[in-house]
Each structure stands twice: as C-alpha cells, then as structure tokens.
C-alpha cells in the first residue's frame, strides 16, 4: 500500500467525489436540525437530571422532577402551570401520582432559583387522588410534597382524658402524654393514656409537681434502694409497645439531692439507652445572683450530656421575658450541646398584679378587655348613655389595647384590686417570636405546654408550620385598626369616644336594647354585650341603668376568626 500524496484528493474518481459531497451535505442537515431543536426547545435536549424539562404546554407535567429535599417525598409530579390575573386566593387542586390516604405533613410546593418553596397547605380530595390547597398567586410550576422528617424537635405534653389538637399533629415530632406521677416507695402509679398519632414518637411524662408527688422525689432520691426501683420502675414503661423512652419533669427537686439526682439520671439514661430507648427531662431556668448563676438540684452540664433532649422552662412574665432568656442561653451555650435543649413554649395569655402572675386562656383575656360598665344611672327615651370598657378606658387609667414592644405581644393595663394590672394575649403572633428566639439561639426545637384541643385556648399553630419545614418563622405585628374597640347597637345612636368609651342615644320608644362592645388580639375577636331597659319616666324608685345577661352584666366573651387582619411590616425581632 503506498502513502496518499497531497494531489491524490483533486485525482479522485468523479464516483468517489459524489459520494463524498452527498455524505457532506447529509451531515450539514442533520446538524441543522440538531441546532434547530436547541433553539425551539431552549436546551432542554440536554437538560440534566436536577432541573425540569421545559414546559411544552401550559398546564402540562414535566416528565423530571428536580430532587426533593432531604426529609421530604414527592407525591405528584410538577406541573406548569398558566400566569393567572385573578385577585386574592386561588384554590389549585394537583393530581397525584397514587391515590394515598393519608393526608398528614402535606403541601403544595414551587421549584423556583433552583430551591423548593412551600406556597401553602394541602388536604386531599376525590379520594385521595389529589391534593388542594389556596395560594396567594398562581406560581409557574407546582407540586405536592409531603414533609417526612424535620430538622428541629417539636413536642408538647396533654394531659390524661384529652384530645390532641389535629392542627398540632401536623407539625409534632413528638408527644408526651402526662399520665404518671411517683410514689414514694419508689414506683409509679397512673394509667397510660389512648392516643392516635400514627408517625410521631410517644415518651409518656412522670410529673412530680403537686406536694405529695415532690416529697416522693425527694425520698427516693435520697435512698439508693428506692433510686434502683424508681430507675427499673421508669425502665418498666419506656419498654412497653409503643413508646420511644420515657419523659420526666421533676421541677422542685431539693438543692440539697443534687448529687443523688444526678446520679439518678446517669444511671436511668444509660438503662434506657441500653435498650434502645430515649430520656427527655424539663428543667427549670437557672437563675442569675449577681455575677453567679444558681442551677438549684440541677447540673446542666452532666443531664444535659446524657439526656436525648432537655426542655427549658421559660421565664413567665413577659415584661422581662426576652431579657431573661438571652441570659439564660449565653450561660448554657458553653456548658451544654444547644441542639440537645428544647424552649418550653406556653398557650395560656398572662395577667400581671401586684400580688403576683397568674396563667389565663384567651377566652378569659378576651373576657377581661371587653369587660362593659354603664355610667348613666337612668335610661329614658331619647336620653344619652354613656358606656365604657371596664378595663380599657383611658381616662380611667388604662392603657387601652396595644402592641407591647418589650414583650412582642398584645396588651392591655388596667385599674384593678390592688393596684394597676397588665394582660397580655399569647396568639400565633406573640408565638412567633419565641419560635424565632428558638431559632436565632440555635436550640434544637420546641415544646408546648399544652397541644390539646381546646376552644378556649389558642390556635397558634400556623407559624410552626414554616418553623417546621425550613426553620424560618415570619415575624408579623397586627394592624393598629384592628386594636381599636368596635361599638354596635341594636337600635339607637352611637358615637364612639377614642378611649374606649361610646355614648348611646336611646331610641325614642321605650323598650330593651342591646350595645355590644367588640375586641381583638390582633387574631380573633370576642364580643360581649349589655342589655339596656329603657323605660318611660314614671314616678317610684328610679329603674337600673343596664339590666345584666343571667351570670353577670354581659355576655361573656367569644372569640371568633378575624378575617380582616393585615399584618404591618414586620418588626424587629428581640436581640
């Protein structure tokens, strides 16, 4: 075989230079069509595995779905999804890939800057087959996923005979049903409670709070035979079917049993441990004595190393709550793992006296700041009444219904036995904050005091939802206006003061009459009223000015939604 010369190319056959331009002028036209592709198609013939195709049509699904997160399961494919000019909520309904039954932990979700977004809640409708849930705005692209796992511990106690409140099973990892409490003789005595909670940890609580149960604490513990039997006790429940470990609140253990409690809890965690089980314990705030901090019974350094989780019991007034807090975590940041400590987190509102702090629901404090007074001794045709809220008119000396900066909750003051009284309402709002303290601190969750379904309690859960799925809260204060008292009446007149009072101008025929005064939180609203007799002048004694409801001089107070809530801009959180 010779070697091609430089001249052999222009000495070919005329047959073999055809075949050679044919060849040319095919692989210009597939290339053709392969650029032609990438221009209509925008690259999406070499996408990658991590983003979505190109949509080819509105409404339609893409055949990849970017990788959920960690802690997350797809259950729809993502679909795009047409820009929409409609105002205010849309409802979007997604198709899922199977029919599923249970609807826990679920969201509609949107791919956008490479990162997944929730965008809302979701419940599942046509027998499980799909998903719904209202958005602010249509997104570009949507899909269902369902949260499988959290990165921050969220667990509340409830108490023996109640119901755990739905909303709160979507964002606890765990629950601590408190049905024990301890005998001095070193066992335990209650019953284990019936809950439905499919997929969360159970660690039922022993509690030793009432003055028997704390004086059996302090008797075992000062006993190693009865700390033996108190320790297999405990082990006996954390084993049964069911249960995760074993949860205990021991607030008042004597300073004087600090080695032995320690001791106690050493040995417990390691049994536990040993079979597989967890310990979680709830101490209370260590208190600061000058440049000293006192612990009580308690070494954080030695439970906080052994324990699975250590719930710290908050400071309970909120005038220093924040203050005394951000104390209290840069004293255990060097002495104990953050992510081991959880933030106990209450539902009750707070009112404030001079002989003391005492814990209310909502419904009393709501109670309390629609609490109606008539000051006109007689009621007349045509005559003027004047009425006022108890509890928030200002030239009485209230303070009227306002955002508290210090606490970073709603409250009110007011003249009350003893001297000048403060309420402040705990809501989603106030919530909020302490979940963003959890957060800014880094600890590692939070637990509710309370997370029984209860309609006099609060309904905060919407901020742990975010808290939950991404570890970011939304801070929000409410709109000023819907601070500011509402007057209605049945008939008559009314012109209402800015200070939380009204006069009413009776209708010129006689008869009873209704005048309701309307408060809010900032979350709901609650409305009491007073039934006015108004009567002709006659001769005789002169007649009541407000004829009471049965119970008391109104109706009581009952918290309904607020739909007309606009959050301000958000404030700054506490530093």
Same mark, same amino acid.
């Given at each position: 075989m010779s070697e091609p010369g430089p001249f052999d190319r222009i000495l070919e056959s005329s047959a073999a230079r055809d075949r050679t331009a044919r060849g040319v002028l095919l692989a210009m036209g597939a290339l053709g069509l392969l650029l032609l592709g990438f221009v209509l198609f925008g690259g999406s013939l070499f996408g990658d595995g991590n983003q979505p195709a190109a949509p080819t049509a509105p409404g339609s699904t893409n055949a990849r779905l970017p990788k959920v997160p960690e802690g997350y399961e797809a259950l729809s494919r993502l679909r795009t999804l047409e820009a929409s000019q409609e105002q205010g909520p849309v409802e979007l309904t997604v198709s899922l890939e199977e029919p599923v039954s249970d609807g826990r932990n679920i969201g509609l979700y949107t791919y956008r800057g490479g990162k997944w977004q929730r965008i809302a809640s979701a419940t599942l409708v046509n027998n499980g087959a799909a998903a719904k849930g209202q958005v602010s705005e249509v997104p570009s692209n949507v899909a269902v996923l369902r949260r499988t796992a959290s990165s921050v511990n969220v667990s509340g106690w409830v108490l023996p005979g109640q119901q755990v409140d739905p909303a709160a099973l979507e964002v606890l990892t765990a629950i601590n049903p408190v049905d024990y409490y301890p005998l001095a003789d070193g066992t335990v005595a209650g019953t284990a409670s019936v809950l439905s909670a499919p997929g969360k940890a159970i660690l039922p609580t022993v509690r030793a709070t009432a003055p028997r149960e704390i004086e059996a604490v302090n008797t075992i513990l000062a006993s190693p035979q009865l700390r033996d039997a108190h320790i297999s006790a405990l082990l006996q429940i954390a084993l049964q079917p069911g249960y995760a470990g074993i949860d205990l609140d021991y607030p008042s253990v004597a300073p004087a049993r600090k080695p032995d409690f320690t001791a106690f809890i050493?040995?417990?965690?390691?049994? $536990?441990?040993? !079979?597989?089980? @967890? $310990?979680? /314990?709830t101490l209370p705030p260590p208190v600061k004595a000058g440049i000293n901090w006192d612990t009580g019974a308690f070494d954080w350094k030695e439970i906080g190393r052994v324990a699975d989780q250590v719930k710290l019991a908050p400071e309970l007034d909120p005038s220093i709550y924040y203050r005394r807090m951000e104390e209290i975590v840069a004293f255990l940041k060097p002495n104990v793992d953050l992510r081991k400590v959880s933030l106990v987190v209450g539902r009750a509102s707070r009112e404030k006296a =001079?002989?003391?702090?005492? @814990? /209310? !629901? $909502?419904?009393?404090? $709501?109670? %309390?700041?629609?609490a109606l007074e008539v000051r006109t001794a007689a009621l007349a045709p045509g005559s003027s009444v004047v009425i006022v809220g108890k509890n928030i008119f200002q030239d009485d000396g209230a303070t009227g219904i306002r955002w508290d900066e210090q606490a970073f909750a709603v409250s009110f003051s007011y003249p009350g036995v003893g001297g000048q009284r403060t309420v402040w309402f705990e809501n989603s709002l106030s919530v909020a904050f302490k979940l963003d303290f959890a957060r800014r601190s880094g600890l590692g969750g939070v637990h509710l005091d309370d997370v029984a379904l209860d309609p006099a309690s609060a309904s905060l859960w919407e901020p742990f939802v975010s808290y939950v799925e991404d570890g970011t809260v939304k801070l929000s204060q409410p709109n000023g206006v819907l601070l500011r008292p509402l007057w209605q009446s049945q008939a008559g007149t009314i012109e209402p003061g800015q200070?939380?009072?009204?006069?009413?101008?009776? =209708?010129?025929?006689?008869?009873?009459?209704?005048? !309701?005064? %309307?408060? !809010?939180?900032?979350?709901?609203?609650?409305?009491?009223?007073?039934?006015?007799?108004?009567?002709?002048?006659?001769?005789? =004694?002169?007649?009541?000015?407000?004829?009471?409801?049965p119970g008391g001089a109104s109706t009581p107070a009952s918290p309904t939604p607020t739909r007309t809530a606009a959050p301000a801009a958000s404030p700054t959180p506490p530093r």
């Open positions: 050493n040995v417990l965690a390691d049994r $536990l441990h040993a !079979s597989n089980r @967890l $310990l979680t /314990i =001079p002989n003391g702090l005492r @814990l /209310i !629901s $909502l419904r009393e404090a $709501l109670s %309390i700041a629609s200070k939380g009072n009204v006069v009413w101008k009776a =209708p010129p025929q006689a008869g009873v009459y209704d005048v !309701s005064l %309307i408060v !809010s939180d900032g979350v709901v609203r609650a409305i009491q009223k007073v039934v006015l007799d108004v009567r002709a002048p006659a001769a005789g =004694p002169t007649p009541a000015a407000g004829t009471p409801r």
